[in-house]
Protein backbone atom coordinates (compact mmCIF):
# COMPACT_ATOMS: atom_id res chain seq x y z
CA UNK A 1 0.00 0.00 0.00
CA UNK A 2 1.62 3.47 -1.09
CA UNK A 3 1.41 6.33 1.36
CA UNK A 4 -0.71 7.74 -0.69
CA UNK A 5 -3.87 5.26 -0.11
CA UNK A 6 -3.03 4.70 3.30
CA UNK A 7 -3.61 8.72 4.22
CA UNK A 8 -6.46 8.25 1.96
CA UNK A 9 -7.60 5.56 3.85
CA UNK A 10 -7.47 6.83 7.08
CA UNK A 11 -9.36 10.43 5.88
CA UNK A 12 -12.40 8.40 4.82
CA UNK A 13 -11.83 6.22 7.85
CA UNK A 14 -12.08 9.44 10.30
CA UNK A 15 -14.67 11.23 8.16
CA UNK A 16 -17.02 8.25 7.77
CA UNK A 17 -16.17 7.64 12.18
CA UNK A 18 -17.21 11.37 12.66
CA UNK A 19 -20.31 10.88 10.41
CA UNK A 20 -21.43 7.76 12.00
CA UNK A 21 -22.59 10.45 14.61
CA UNK A 22 -25.90 10.67 13.07
CA UNK A 23 -26.69 6.82 13.30
CA UNK A 24 -30.50 7.18 13.22
CA UNK A 25 -30.77 8.84 9.94
CA UNK A 26 -28.34 6.51 8.46
CA UNK A 27 -29.96 3.98 9.65
CA UNK A 28 -32.96 4.82 8.06
CA UNK A 29 -31.22 5.21 4.73
CA UNK A 30 -29.20 1.70 5.01
CA UNK A 31 -32.95 0.25 5.56
CA UNK A 32 -34.17 2.58 2.37
CA UNK A 33 -31.37 1.27 0.04
CA UNK A 34 -32.19 -2.37 1.13
CA UNK A 35 -35.67 -2.14 0.87
CA UNK A 36 -35.27 -0.28 -2.43
CA UNK A 37 -32.94 -3.15 -4.07
CA UNK A 38 -34.98 -5.77 -2.90
CA UNK A 39 -38.26 -4.51 -3.88
CA UNK A 40 -36.93 -3.91 -7.42
CA UNK A 41 -35.85 -7.14 -7.78
CA UNK A 42 -39.85 -8.13 -7.33
CA UNK A 43 -41.71 -6.57 -10.09
CA UNK A 44 -39.22 -8.90 -12.59
CA UNK A 45 -40.12 -12.30 -10.43
CA UNK A 46 -43.62 -11.50 -9.87
CA UNK A 47 -44.02 -10.86 -13.48
CA UNK A 48 -43.15 -13.97 -14.76
CA UNK A 49 -44.67 -15.91 -12.72
CA UNK A 50 -47.82 -14.22 -13.90
CA UNK A 51 -47.09 -14.87 -17.26
CA UNK A 52 -45.93 -18.94 -17.04
CA UNK A 53 -48.53 -19.33 -14.35
CA UNK A 54 -51.59 -17.41 -14.85
CA UNK A 55 -51.84 -16.09 -18.30
CA UNK A 56 -49.91 -18.94 -20.40
CA UNK A 57 -52.23 -21.43 -18.86
CA UNK A 58 -54.97 -18.87 -19.09
CA UNK A 59 -55.86 -18.93 -15.58
CA UNK A 60 -57.59 -15.51 -15.71
CA UNK A 61 -60.11 -15.75 -12.93
CA UNK A 62 -57.01 -15.91 -10.64
CA UNK A 63 -54.94 -13.32 -11.68
CA UNK A 64 -56.52 -10.74 -8.84
CA UNK A 65 -54.23 -11.48 -6.53
CA UNK A 66 -50.60 -11.42 -8.45
CA UNK A 67 -51.83 -8.25 -10.05
CA UNK A 68 -51.96 -7.01 -6.33
CA UNK A 69 -49.00 -8.64 -4.89
CA UNK A 70 -47.21 -6.78 -8.61
CA UNK A 71 -48.89 -3.31 -7.70
CA UNK A 72 -47.10 -3.55 -3.87
CA UNK A 73 -43.95 -4.41 -5.04
CA UNK A 74 -44.05 -1.33 -7.34
CA UNK A 75 -45.37 0.94 -4.19
CA UNK A 76 -42.68 -0.57 -2.34
CA UNK A 77 -40.44 -0.06 -4.80
CA UNK A 78 -41.56 3.68 -4.86
CA UNK A 79 -41.60 4.38 -1.37
CA UNK A 80 -38.31 2.86 -0.54
CA UNK A 81 -36.73 5.53 -3.40
CA UNK A 82 -38.64 8.01 -2.04
CA UNK A 83 -37.47 7.40 1.37
CA UNK A 84 -33.51 6.41 0.53
CA UNK A 85 -33.75 9.81 -1.39
CA UNK A 86 -35.16 12.56 1.37
CA UNK A 87 -33.35 10.99 4.26
CA UNK A 88 -29.58 10.35 1.64
CA UNK A 89 -29.89 14.51 1.66
CA UNK A 90 -31.36 15.02 5.24
CA UNK A 91 -28.24 13.02 6.19
CA UNK A 92 -25.77 14.64 4.09
CA UNK A 93 -27.15 18.15 4.98
CA UNK A 94 -26.09 17.46 8.50
CA UNK A 95 -22.78 16.15 8.06
CA UNK A 96 -22.58 19.16 6.22
CA UNK A 97 -23.77 21.55 8.59
CA UNK A 98 -21.63 19.70 11.08
CA UNK A 99 -18.49 20.13 8.92
CA UNK A 100 -19.55 23.60 8.52
CA UNK A 101 -20.71 24.58 12.24
CA UNK A 102 -16.91 23.28 12.91
CA UNK A 103 -15.12 25.06 10.40
CA UNK A 104 -16.24 28.28 11.47
CA UNK A 105 -15.88 28.07 15.10
CA UNK A 106 -12.63 26.91 14.25
CA UNK A 107 -11.75 30.36 12.40
CA UNK A 108 -13.03 31.92 15.40
CA UNK A 109 -11.09 30.50 17.53
CA UNK A 110 -7.86 30.48 16.01
CA UNK A 111 -5.29 33.10 16.84
CA UNK A 112 -3.69 35.43 14.08
CA UNK A 113 -1.31 33.42 12.84
CA UNK A 114 -3.54 31.24 11.51
CA UNK A 115 -4.93 33.78 9.05
CA UNK A 116 -1.46 34.39 7.65
CA UNK A 117 -1.23 32.20 4.64
CA UNK A 118 -4.93 31.45 3.97
CA UNK A 119 -6.70 34.33 2.19
CA UNK A 120 -10.39 35.01 2.46
CA UNK A 121 -11.43 33.17 -0.35
CA UNK A 122 -9.22 30.58 0.06
CA UNK A 123 -11.09 30.07 3.61
CA UNK A 124 -14.52 30.94 2.10
CA UNK A 125 -13.91 28.20 0.02
CA UNK A 126 -13.02 25.65 1.96
CA UNK A 127 -16.53 25.85 4.34
CA UNK A 128 -18.55 26.49 0.78
CA UNK A 129 -17.35 24.36 -1.60
CA UNK A 130 -14.93 21.58 -0.29
CA UNK A 131 -17.85 20.99 2.39
CA UNK A 132 -19.75 20.67 -0.80
CA UNK A 133 -17.94 18.47 -2.92
CA UNK A 134 -17.70 16.40 0.11
CA UNK A 135 -21.66 15.88 0.46
CA UNK A 136 -22.35 15.12 -2.92
CA UNK A 137 -19.35 12.42 -3.57
CA UNK A 138 -18.61 10.84 0.11
CA UNK A 139 -22.19 11.14 1.17
CA UNK A 140 -24.92 11.29 -1.70
CA UNK A 141 -22.36 9.29 -3.72
CA UNK A 142 -21.08 6.66 -1.55
CA UNK A 143 -24.59 5.86 -0.26
CA UNK A 144 -25.57 5.76 -3.94
CA UNK A 145 -22.92 3.29 -5.14
CA UNK A 146 -23.71 1.45 -2.21
CA UNK A 147 -27.42 1.36 -3.15
CA UNK A 148 -26.09 0.53 -6.33
CA UNK A 149 -23.71 -2.07 -5.62
CA UNK A 150 -26.50 -3.94 -3.88
CA UNK A 151 -28.88 -3.38 -6.76
CA UNK A 152 -25.99 -5.30 -9.03
CA UNK A 153 -25.15 -7.70 -6.57
CA UNK A 154 -29.09 -8.49 -6.27
CA UNK A 155 -29.73 -8.92 -9.91
CA UNK A 156 -27.26 -11.12 -10.31
CA UNK A 157 -27.90 -13.49 -7.60
CA UNK A 158 -32.21 -13.51 -8.50
CA UNK A 159 -30.35 -13.99 -12.46
CA UNK A 160 -28.35 -16.62 -11.32
CA UNK A 161 -31.01 -18.42 -8.98
CA UNK A 162 -33.28 -18.19 -12.18
CA UNK A 163 -31.10 -19.75 -14.81
CA UNK A 164 -27.09 -19.41 -15.03
CA UNK A 165 -26.29 -19.71 -18.40
CA UNK A 166 -29.00 -17.22 -20.13
CA UNK A 167 -27.34 -14.45 -16.57
CA UNK A 168 -23.93 -15.03 -18.69
CA UNK A 169 -25.50 -13.88 -21.59
CA UNK A 170 -27.48 -11.46 -20.29
CA UNK A 171 -24.20 -9.60 -18.26
CA UNK A 172 -22.36 -10.41 -21.93
CA UNK A 173 -22.32 -6.45 -22.21
CA UNK A 174 -21.71 -5.20 -18.72
CA UNK A 175 -17.61 -5.41 -19.58
CA UNK A 176 -18.73 -2.67 -22.57
CA UNK A 177 -21.17 -1.00 -20.20
CA UNK A 178 -18.49 -0.51 -17.24
CA UNK A 179 -15.55 0.66 -20.46
CA UNK A 180 -18.62 3.57 -21.74
CA UNK A 181 -19.16 4.48 -18.16
CA UNK A 182 -15.06 4.98 -17.22
CA UNK A 183 -14.05 6.23 -20.75
CA UNK A 184 -16.67 8.85 -21.53
CA UNK A 185 -18.47 8.76 -17.95
CA UNK A 186 -14.88 9.96 -16.91
CA UNK A 187 -14.27 12.93 -19.61
CA UNK A 188 -18.29 14.38 -19.05
CA UNK A 189 -17.64 14.43 -15.04
CA UNK A 190 -13.74 16.19 -15.37
CA UNK A 191 -15.25 18.45 -18.55
CA UNK A 192 -18.29 19.11 -15.75
CA UNK A 193 -15.51 20.32 -13.06
CA UNK A 194 -13.92 22.46 -15.58
CA UNK A 195 -16.92 24.34 -15.79
CA UNK A 196 -16.79 24.83 -12.50
CA UNK A 197 -13.71 25.73 -12.21
CA UNK A 198 -14.41 28.35 -14.87
CA UNK A 199 -17.66 29.60 -13.49
CA UNK A 200 -15.19 30.00 -9.98
CA UNK A 201 -12.93 32.40 -12.55
CA UNK A 202 -15.22 34.53 -13.80
CA UNK A 203 -16.83 35.18 -10.60
CA UNK A 204 -13.35 36.57 -9.68
CA UNK A 205 -12.55 38.33 -12.65
CA UNK A 206 -15.75 40.49 -12.03
CA UNK A 207 -15.12 40.74 -8.18
CA UNK A 208 -11.68 41.76 -9.24
CA UNK A 209 -13.42 44.29 -11.66
CA UNK A 210 -15.47 45.68 -8.74
CA UNK A 211 -13.16 46.03 -5.87
CA UNK A 212 -10.19 47.45 -8.23
CA UNK A 213 -12.79 49.80 -10.09
CA UNK A 214 -11.01 53.33 -8.86
CA UNK A 215 -7.14 51.46 -9.91
CA UNK A 216 -8.69 50.36 -13.40
CA UNK A 217 -10.02 53.52 -14.53
CA UNK A 218 -7.08 55.58 -12.94
CA UNK A 219 -4.55 53.60 -15.48
CA UNK A 220 -7.40 53.22 -18.13
CA UNK A 221 -6.76 49.24 -17.96
CA UNK A 222 -10.47 48.86 -18.73
CA UNK A 223 -9.33 47.09 -22.16
CA UNK A 224 -7.36 44.86 -20.23
CA UNK A 225 -9.95 43.68 -18.17
CA UNK A 226 -12.51 43.73 -20.61
CA UNK A 227 -10.18 41.17 -22.81
CA UNK A 228 -9.18 39.22 -19.59
CA UNK A 229 -13.20 38.60 -18.88
CA UNK A 230 -14.16 38.09 -22.43
CA UNK A 231 -11.31 35.30 -22.00
CA UNK A 232 -12.84 33.55 -19.30
CA UNK A 233 -15.82 33.45 -20.44
CA UNK A 234 -14.99 32.25 -23.94
CA UNK A 235 -13.23 29.08 -22.19
CA UNK A 236 -16.14 28.79 -19.75
CA UNK A 237 -18.09 28.82 -22.91
CA UNK A 238 -15.62 25.29 -24.57
CA UNK A 239 -15.99 23.96 -21.28
CA UNK A 240 -19.62 23.75 -21.46
CA UNK A 241 -19.44 22.57 -25.06
CA UNK A 242 -17.00 19.80 -23.99
CA UNK A 243 -19.46 18.94 -21.52
CA UNK A 244 -22.55 18.50 -24.12
CA UNK A 245 -20.10 16.41 -26.75
CA UNK A 246 -19.11 13.90 -24.22
CA UNK A 247 -22.80 13.75 -22.80
CA UNK A 248 -24.21 13.56 -26.43
CA UNK A 249 -21.85 10.31 -26.48
CA UNK A 250 -22.46 8.95 -23.19
CA UNK A 251 -25.74 8.51 -22.63
CA UNK A 252 -27.05 6.89 -25.98
CA UNK A 253 -24.15 4.89 -25.51
CA UNK A 254 -25.00 3.35 -21.96
CA UNK A 255 -28.59 3.29 -23.44
CA UNK A 256 -27.28 1.28 -27.18
CA UNK A 257 -25.25 -1.12 -25.06
CA UNK A 258 -27.96 -1.59 -22.46
CA UNK A 259 -30.26 -2.42 -25.54
CA UNK A 260 -27.47 -4.93 -26.79
CA UNK A 261 -28.09 -6.58 -23.59
CA UNK A 262 -31.49 -6.90 -23.95
CA UNK A 263 -31.34 -8.02 -27.39
CA UNK A 264 -28.99 -10.75 -26.25
CA UNK A 265 -31.44 -11.77 -23.76
CA UNK A 266 -34.35 -12.41 -25.92
CA UNK A 267 -32.07 -13.76 -28.93
CA UNK A 268 -30.88 -16.30 -26.38
CA UNK A 269 -33.49 -16.55 -24.33
CA UNK A 270 -36.19 -17.63 -27.10
CA UNK A 271 -33.89 -20.09 -27.94
CA UNK A 272 -33.83 -21.70 -24.56
CA UNK A 273 -37.53 -21.20 -24.64
CA UNK A 274 -37.64 -22.68 -28.03
CA UNK A 275 -35.34 -25.47 -26.25
CA UNK A 276 -37.75 -25.63 -23.54
CA UNK A 277 -35.38 -24.85 -21.21
CA UNK A 278 -36.44 -21.91 -19.48
CA UNK A 279 -40.04 -20.33 -19.83
CA UNK A 280 -41.84 -17.16 -21.34
CA UNK A 281 -41.61 -15.91 -18.28
CA UNK A 282 -37.97 -15.90 -17.19
CA UNK A 283 -37.14 -14.42 -20.39
CA UNK A 284 -39.30 -11.52 -19.71
CA UNK A 285 -37.89 -11.40 -16.01
CA UNK A 286 -34.49 -11.02 -17.68
CA UNK A 287 -35.19 -8.26 -20.11
CA UNK A 288 -36.38 -6.58 -17.83
CA UNK A 289 -33.39 -6.90 -14.90
CA UNK A 290 -30.84 -6.50 -18.02
CA UNK A 291 -32.71 -3.42 -18.36
CA UNK A 292 -31.66 -2.40 -15.00
CA UNK A 293 -27.70 -2.49 -15.16
CA UNK A 294 -26.84 0.95 -16.64
CA UNK A 295 -27.77 2.82 -13.34
CA UNK A 296 -25.78 0.77 -11.09
CA UNK A 297 -22.62 0.41 -12.76
CA UNK A 298 -22.32 4.37 -13.92
CA UNK A 299 -23.08 5.17 -10.11
CA UNK A 300 -20.15 2.56 -9.29
CA UNK A 301 -18.10 4.20 -11.73
CA UNK A 302 -18.67 8.06 -11.27
CA UNK A 303 -18.14 6.78 -7.19
CA UNK A 304 -14.59 5.67 -8.00
CA UNK A 305 -13.94 8.49 -10.41
CA UNK A 306 -15.15 11.13 -7.89
CA UNK A 307 -13.30 10.06 -4.94
CA UNK A 308 -10.48 11.69 -6.06
CA UNK A 309 -11.66 14.79 -5.79
CA UNK A 310 -13.78 14.51 -2.72
CA UNK A 311 -10.55 13.20 -0.30
CA UNK A 312 -8.68 16.54 -1.95
CA UNK A 313 -11.53 18.39 -0.32
CA UNK A 314 -11.62 16.23 2.61
CA UNK A 315 -8.01 16.82 3.56
CA UNK A 316 -8.40 20.76 2.95
CA UNK A 317 -11.19 20.87 5.62
CA UNK A 318 -8.89 18.61 8.33
CA UNK A 319 -6.12 20.50 7.09
CA UNK A 320 -8.46 23.63 8.22
CA UNK A 321 -9.77 21.69 11.58
CA UNK A 322 -6.35 20.31 12.70
CA UNK A 323 -4.40 23.46 12.20
CA UNK A 324 -2.61 23.91 15.74
CA UNK A 325 -2.77 27.80 15.70
CA UNK A 326 -5.70 28.14 18.34
CA UNK A 327 -6.04 30.41 21.12
CA UNK A 328 -6.26 29.07 24.69
CA UNK A 329 -9.60 30.31 26.48
CA UNK A 330 -7.81 29.37 29.72
CA UNK A 331 -7.05 31.94 32.58
CA UNK A 332 -8.72 34.09 35.54
CA UNK A 333 -11.59 35.61 34.53
CA UNK A 334 -11.66 39.43 35.26
CA UNK A 335 -14.38 41.36 36.25
CA UNK A 336 -12.43 44.95 36.09
CA UNK A 337 -9.16 46.18 36.24
CA UNK A 338 -7.39 49.14 37.74
CA UNK A 339 -5.93 49.77 34.30
CA UNK A 340 -2.08 49.54 35.52
CA UNK A 341 -0.25 47.67 32.53
CA UNK A 342 3.71 46.59 32.69
CA UNK A 343 5.78 45.12 29.75
CA UNK A 344 8.82 43.95 31.36
CA UNK A 345 11.87 43.25 29.10
CA UNK A 346 9.26 42.07 26.18
CA UNK A 347 10.76 40.53 23.11
CA UNK A 348 8.46 39.84 20.82
CA UNK A 349 9.11 38.05 17.05
CA UNK A 350 6.12 37.20 14.37
CA UNK A 351 8.47 35.28 12.37
CA UNK A 352 11.30 33.29 14.34
CA UNK A 353 14.61 35.25 13.96
CA UNK A 354 13.24 38.47 13.25
CA UNK A 355 12.80 40.83 16.72
CA UNK A 356 10.10 42.98 16.48
CA UNK A 357 10.03 44.11 19.89
CA UNK A 358 13.02 43.88 21.79
CA UNK A 359 13.12 43.99 25.61
CA UNK A 360 10.62 46.72 25.53
CA UNK A 361 9.90 47.62 29.30
CA UNK A 362 6.81 49.98 29.73
CA UNK A 363 5.16 51.12 32.88
CA UNK A 364 1.78 52.67 32.61
CA UNK A 365 -0.23 53.69 35.60
CA UNK A 366 -3.50 53.25 36.39
CA UNK A 367 -5.85 55.97 34.62
CA UNK A 368 -2.28 57.79 32.42
CA UNK A 369 -2.37 58.28 29.41
CA UNK A 370 0.16 57.44 27.00
CA UNK A 371 1.26 58.26 23.56
CA UNK A 372 3.27 56.15 21.52
CA UNK A 373 4.98 57.24 18.67
CA UNK A 374 7.73 56.52 16.05
CA UNK A 375 8.40 55.81 12.58
CA UNK A 376 6.75 53.35 10.08
CA UNK A 377 7.46 49.68 10.74
CA UNK A 378 9.16 50.82 14.80
CA UNK A 379 6.88 48.41 16.57
CA UNK A 380 3.60 50.87 17.45
CA UNK A 381 0.83 48.62 16.42
CA UNK A 382 2.44 45.90 17.56
CA UNK A 383 2.76 46.98 21.63
CA UNK A 384 -0.88 47.64 20.82
CA UNK A 385 -1.59 43.93 19.59
CA UNK A 386 0.04 42.73 22.52
CA UNK A 387 -1.98 44.76 25.03
CA UNK A 388 -4.85 43.06 23.61
CA UNK A 389 -3.83 39.63 23.71
CA UNK A 390 -3.71 38.79 19.66
CA UNK A 391 -0.52 37.32 20.60
CA UNK A 392 1.88 36.75 23.67
CA UNK A 393 5.43 38.30 24.23
CA UNK A 394 8.00 35.93 23.01
CA UNK A 395 9.93 36.66 25.68
CA UNK A 396 9.58 38.45 29.04
CA UNK A 397 6.07 39.50 30.17
CA UNK A 398 3.13 41.83 30.21
CA UNK A 399 1.36 42.61 33.41
CA UNK A 400 -2.12 43.71 34.37
CA UNK A 401 -2.63 45.60 37.78
CA UNK A 402 0.16 43.62 38.24
CA UNK A 403 -0.57 39.83 37.06
CA UNK A 404 1.21 38.44 34.50
CA UNK A 405 -1.07 38.68 31.21
CA UNK A 406 -0.77 34.86 30.52
CA UNK A 407 -2.86 33.68 33.56
CA UNK A 408 -5.89 35.95 32.20
CA UNK A 409 -8.70 34.66 29.97
CA UNK A 410 -8.50 36.49 26.55
CA UNK A 411 -11.73 36.74 26.51
CA UNK A 412 -12.22 38.73 29.90
CA UNK A 413 -9.64 40.60 29.35
CA UNK A 414 -10.53 41.80 26.22
CA UNK A 415 -14.32 42.67 27.74
CA UNK A 416 -12.65 45.19 29.30
CA UNK A 417 -9.96 47.19 26.71
CA UNK A 418 -11.32 49.26 24.26
CA UNK A 419 -9.60 49.21 21.30
CA UNK A 420 -9.98 51.53 18.36
CA UNK A 421 -8.48 49.99 14.96
CA UNK A 422 -6.86 52.05 12.54
CA UNK A 423 -9.31 51.01 9.90
CA UNK A 424 -13.04 50.37 10.93
CA UNK A 425 -14.82 47.31 9.99
CA UNK A 426 -18.75 47.78 9.57
CA UNK A 427 -20.48 44.23 9.46
CA UNK A 428 -23.53 44.15 7.74
CA UNK A 429 -26.82 45.51 9.24
CA UNK A 430 -27.31 48.83 10.22
CA UNK A 431 -24.98 51.42 11.66
CA UNK A 432 -26.94 50.91 15.04
CA UNK A 433 -26.00 47.51 15.13
CA UNK A 434 -22.44 48.22 14.39
CA UNK A 435 -21.86 50.13 17.74
CA UNK A 436 -24.58 47.99 19.42
CA UNK A 437 -22.43 44.76 19.00
CA UNK A 438 -19.78 45.89 21.14
CA UNK A 439 -21.66 45.37 24.11
CA UNK A 440 -24.78 42.90 24.65
CA UNK A 441 -26.08 44.10 27.22
CA UNK A 442 -26.43 47.97 25.97
CA UNK A 443 -29.74 49.58 24.85
CA UNK A 444 -30.00 51.93 21.74
CA UNK A 445 -30.64 54.49 24.68
CA UNK A 446 -27.55 54.07 25.60
CA UNK A 447 -25.64 53.95 21.88
CA UNK A 448 -27.68 57.13 21.47
CA UNK A 449 -26.14 58.41 24.45
CA UNK A 450 -22.56 57.46 23.88
CA UNK A 451 -22.76 58.96 20.52
CA UNK A 452 -23.85 62.45 22.07
CA UNK A 453 -21.47 62.26 24.24
CA UNK A 454 -18.59 61.79 21.91
CA UNK A 455 -20.19 64.72 19.53
CA UNK A 456 -21.03 61.88 16.84
CA UNK A 457 -24.61 61.86 17.25
CA UNK A 458 -24.94 64.60 15.01
CA UNK A 459 -22.97 63.16 11.97
CA UNK A 460 -24.88 60.35 12.07
CA UNK A 461 -28.33 61.96 11.97
CA UNK A 462 -26.91 63.16 8.95
CA UNK A 463 -26.70 59.95 7.26
CA UNK A 464 -29.87 59.17 5.22
CA UNK A 465 -31.44 57.15 7.34
CA UNK A 466 -29.51 57.73 10.53
CA UNK A 467 -28.55 54.99 13.22
CA UNK A 468 -30.86 53.19 10.46
CA UNK A 469 -28.29 53.61 7.42
CA UNK A 470 -26.80 50.45 6.73
CA UNK A 471 -23.42 49.93 7.05
CA UNK A 472 -23.04 49.04 3.64
CA UNK A 473 -24.18 52.61 2.46
CA UNK A 474 -22.78 54.02 5.26
CA UNK A 475 -19.46 52.35 4.13
CA UNK A 476 -19.46 53.98 0.92
CA UNK A 477 -20.66 57.27 2.67
CA UNK A 478 -18.05 57.45 5.41
CA UNK A 479 -14.66 59.00 5.21
CA UNK A 480 -12.15 57.10 7.11
CA UNK A 481 -12.02 59.77 9.93
CA UNK A 482 -16.18 59.29 9.99
CA UNK A 483 -15.91 55.25 10.50
CA UNK A 484 -13.61 55.74 12.87
CA UNK A 485 -15.95 57.91 14.70
CA UNK A 486 -18.10 54.69 14.50
CA UNK A 487 -15.06 52.56 16.28
CA UNK A 488 -14.71 54.75 19.19
CA UNK A 489 -18.37 54.97 19.76
CA UNK A 490 -18.35 50.97 20.03
CA UNK A 491 -15.31 51.50 22.45
CA UNK A 492 -17.01 53.79 24.57
CA UNK A 493 -20.37 51.92 24.91
CA UNK A 494 -18.25 49.08 26.19
CA UNK A 495 -17.17 51.35 29.07
CA UNK A 496 -13.56 49.76 29.01
CA UNK A 497 -11.10 50.18 31.94
CA UNK A 498 -8.23 50.47 28.99
CA UNK A 499 -8.25 52.41 25.58
CA UNK A 500 -6.22 51.51 22.90
CA UNK A 501 -6.35 54.11 19.88
CA UNK A 502 -4.45 53.67 16.92
CA UNK A 503 -5.60 57.16 15.55
CA UNK A 504 -6.28 57.78 11.86
CA UNK A 505 -6.32 61.30 11.75
CA UNK A 506 -3.63 61.63 9.32
CA UNK A 507 -6.02 60.67 7.02
CA UNK A 508 -8.83 62.83 7.61
CA UNK A 509 -9.57 65.92 7.03
CA UNK A 510 -9.05 69.11 9.32
CA UNK A 511 -13.05 69.67 10.29
CA UNK A 512 -13.35 65.71 10.59
CA UNK A 513 -9.88 65.75 12.36
CA UNK A 514 -11.25 67.53 14.95
CA UNK A 515 -14.55 66.08 15.92
CA UNK A 516 -12.66 62.41 16.07
CA UNK A 517 -10.05 64.22 18.25
CA UNK A 518 -12.38 65.33 20.55
CA UNK A 519 -14.57 61.84 20.77
CA UNK A 520 -10.79 60.25 21.29
CA UNK A 521 -10.23 62.87 23.85
CA UNK A 522 -13.56 61.91 25.65
CA UNK A 523 -13.35 58.09 25.63
CA UNK A 524 -9.76 58.53 27.03
CA UNK A 525 -11.22 60.46 29.98
CA UNK A 526 -10.67 58.79 33.36
CA UNK A 527 -9.06 55.75 31.47
CA UNK A 528 -5.82 54.06 31.28
CA UNK A 529 -4.92 55.05 27.79
CA UNK A 530 -2.47 54.01 24.94
CA UNK A 531 -2.49 56.14 22.33
CA UNK A 532 -0.72 54.97 19.18
CA UNK A 533 -0.15 58.40 17.58
CA UNK A 534 0.28 59.20 13.93
CA UNK A 535 -0.15 62.76 14.43
CA UNK A 536 1.98 63.83 16.85
CA UNK A 537 -0.36 67.00 17.55
CA UNK A 538 -1.94 64.58 20.21
CA UNK A 539 0.40 64.26 22.19
CA UNK A 540 0.07 67.66 23.58
CA UNK A 541 -2.74 65.66 25.36
CA UNK A 542 -1.20 63.06 26.92
CA UNK A 543 0.90 62.33 30.41
CA UNK A 544 3.77 60.30 28.36
CA UNK A 545 4.92 60.13 25.13
CA UNK A 546 6.69 57.16 24.60
CA UNK A 547 9.47 57.00 21.41
CA UNK A 548 9.66 53.21 19.77
CA UNK A 549 12.66 53.07 17.19
CA UNK A 550 13.64 49.61 15.92
CA UNK A 551 11.56 47.58 18.60
CA UNK A 552 13.14 49.26 21.29
CA UNK A 553 11.69 52.13 23.65
CA UNK A 554 14.23 54.93 22.93
CA UNK A 555 12.97 57.91 24.79
CA UNK A 556 9.79 58.73 27.32
CA UNK A 557 8.30 61.32 29.11
CA UNK A 558 6.23 64.62 29.07
CA UNK A 559 6.27 65.97 25.88
CA UNK A 560 7.59 69.64 26.92
CA UNK A 561 10.22 67.47 28.23
CA UNK A 562 10.98 65.38 25.24
CA UNK A 563 10.82 68.87 22.85
CA UNK A 564 13.51 70.28 24.85
CA UNK A 565 15.68 68.00 24.87
CA UNK A 566 16.37 68.31 21.40
CA UNK A 567 16.51 64.25 20.81
CA UNK A 568 14.23 61.58 19.20
CA UNK A 569 10.98 63.01 19.59
CA UNK A 570 12.02 66.15 19.00
CA UNK A 571 13.15 65.03 15.13
CA UNK A 572 9.89 63.20 14.85
CA UNK A 573 7.77 66.37 15.16
CA UNK A 574 10.18 69.33 14.16
CA UNK A 575 9.85 66.72 10.96
CA UNK A 576 6.13 66.48 11.04
CA UNK A 577 5.67 70.17 11.15
CA UNK A 578 7.64 70.96 8.75
CA UNK A 579 5.83 68.59 6.24
CA UNK A 580 2.39 70.13 7.28
N1 LIG B 1 1.55 39.86 11.13
C1 LIG B 1 2.85 40.13 10.93
N2 LIG B 1 3.69 39.16 10.51
C2 LIG B 1 4.99 39.41 10.30
N3 LIG B 1 5.55 40.61 10.46
C3 LIG B 1 4.78 41.63 10.88
C4 LIG B 1 3.38 41.44 11.13
N4 LIG B 1 2.86 42.61 11.52
C5 LIG B 1 3.89 43.49 11.53
N5 LIG B 1 5.03 42.91 11.15
C6 LIG B 1 6.35 43.54 11.07
O1 LIG B 1 6.68 44.02 12.35
C7 LIG B 1 7.32 45.29 12.27
C8 LIG B 1 6.58 46.27 13.17
O2 LIG B 1 5.28 46.46 12.66
P1 LIG B 1 4.19 47.37 13.37
O3 LIG B 1 2.93 47.22 12.60
O4 LIG B 1 4.15 47.10 14.81
O5 LIG B 1 4.81 48.81 13.12
P2 LIG B 1 4.16 50.24 13.35
O6 LIG B 1 5.16 51.00 14.12
O7 LIG B 1 2.80 50.10 13.93
O8 LIG B 1 4.08 50.79 11.86
P3 LIG B 1 2.98 51.75 11.20
O9 LIG B 1 3.22 53.11 11.75
O10 LIG B 1 3.34 51.69 9.76
O11 LIG B 1 1.64 51.18 11.51
C9 LIG B 1 7.33 45.67 10.81
O12 LIG B 1 8.61 45.39 10.32
C10 LIG B 1 6.32 44.77 10.17
O13 LIG B 1 6.72 44.43 8.87
Known sequence: MTNNTKSSLSLLRRFIGEALSERRTLLIVVISIVGSALATLLSPYILSIVIDRYIIPGRYGELGLMALLYFLSLVAQWFFVTLQTFYTEVFGQKVLRNLRDRLHEKILASNLDFFKEKSTGDLVSRIINDTSVVNDVLVSGLLGGL??????????????????????????????????????????????????????????????????????????????????????????????????????????????????????????????????????????????????????????????????????????????????????????????????????????????????????????????????????????????????????????????????????????????????????????????????????????????????????????????????????EAGKLLSVGERQLISLARALLKDPDIVILDEALSSVDPKTERLVQDAMLRLMEGRTSVIIAHRLSITRFVDEVVVVENGEVVERGPIDALLANGGHFYRLYASQMQGD
Open 147 to 472: GSLLSLGGIIVAMLLLDVKLTLVALASVPLMVFVALYFGTKMRRAYRETRRKIAKISSVVEESVAGIETIKAFGTEEKAEKEFSRVSMETIKAYLRVAVYMGFFWPLMNITSLLSVILVIGYGGYLEYTGEVSIGIVVAFIQYAQRFRGPINNVVSMYDSLQSALAALERIYEVLDDENVEDTAGVEVERLRGEVEFRDVWFEYEEGRPVLRGVNLHIRPGSKVAIVGRTGAGKTTIANLIMRFYDPTEGSILYDGRDGRGISRKSLRKRIGYVPQETYLFPGTVMENVLMANPEATEEDVVRVCKRLGVHDFIMKLPKGYETSAG
